[in-house]
């Protein structure tokens, strides 16, 4: 087969694709057409029942004021539309020359690409607009059937929840009680013990306090502002406890200083001026001689 036998084949294929599709649309337009004619008339047949009573007031009306009567027309059935089908076809006008633009530009488009490669070229034809307003009838018919289908599963888990809730049962958990033995008096169980020694530091006396402030103060005694060290001399309790830094302290005085040393043992002050300075000690001679 040549190559232009084959194009002819193609664009063939193409034809009887496009025509099928034609006929098919043609057959759903006259689907669409027949139910929208009979919804029409429906309307057609409310309204003029409607205008009938609204004549029929006005000339009794009229005939009681002595006036002339003018009835409300009513027009025929093919120049009548109702609001609900007025504001339709205004929707359907704006989206169907959004569409048309749209296939055009599309058209354009490929016959340019087609005319550049040298194959035919099949526009997408484009529908009437009563073909349209059908096609997009079918596309929302279509999505309301999904919808209806997630609305029908959504109100059937709801139930299935209401139903489960209603149903269930709340087990208490066993709790086990004390059992008698066979002489009839209650089992006796061991207390429990912990294992574990206790870790936490525990206050120390003022002796063990006085004995961390003199190898202090041998370690630091010139920032202290001695000249010379007076870990020596007499350090006196000065029968008091005060709070520093969240923590109890003996407080102490020696050459004229006051100091405080945490009843834990934990820091050692040295008290200048309203203000507490944290010292440390070196050495451990005093300590652990």
């Known amino acids: 087969m040549s190559k232009e036998d084959k194009k002819a084949t193609k664009l063939a294929k193409k034809e009887a694709k496009l025509q099928k599709k034609e006929a098919k649309a043609e057959k759903a337009n006259a689907k669409y057409a027949a139910k929208a ?3 029409h008339a429906k309307a057609y047949n409310s309204f003029v029942k409607d205008t009938e009573k609204k004549n029929a007031k006005l000339q009794a009306k009229a ?3 002595g006036k002339e009567f003018v009835p409300i027309v009513i027009p025929s059935i093919d120049e009548y539309q109702s609001k609900k089908e007025l504001k339709a076809a205004a929707a359907t006008s704006k989206a169907y020359a959004k569409y048309v633009k749209k296939v055009d530009k599309k058209n354009a488009k490929a016959e340019k690409k087609c005319a550049k490669k040298g194959k035919p070229f099949v526009p997408v034809v484009v529908p009437t607009e009563e073909e349209f307003a059908n096609s997009a009838s079918n596309e929302n018919k279509a999505g309301k059937i999904i919808l209806m289908i997630i609305l029908l599963l959504l109100i059937w888990f709801l139930i299935y929840f209401i139903f489960q809730y209603i149903n269930y049962e ?20 061991e207390l429990y013990e912990n294992p574990h020694e206790i870790t936490t530091t525990p206050d120390y006396s003022i002796a063990d306090a006085k004995r961390l402030l003199q190898q202090t103060l041998r370690d630091n005694y010139k920032q202290c502002g001695y000249s010379k060290d007076p870990s020596g001399s007499a350090i006196s309790f ?26 834990k043992l934990s820091a050692v002050y040295y008290c200048h001026n309203g203000e507490y300075t944290p010292l440390s000690f070196n ?7």
């Not at 109890?248 to 945490?262: E, L, Y």
């Open 238 to 263: 000065n029968n008091k406890i005060e709070t520093i830094n969240g923590a109890d302290c003996f407080m102490f005085s020696c050459g004229g200083k006051s100091f405080a040393v945490a009843v």
């Open 63 to 65: 005939a009681k004021d």
């Open 170 to 189: 709340y087990v208490a958990p066993v709790v086990e009680t004390t059992t008698a033995s066979e002489s009839g008096e209650p089992a006796v169980y």
């Open 37 to 39: 004619e009979k919804k």
């Open 283 to 289: 050495n451990t001679n005093i300590l652990f001689e």
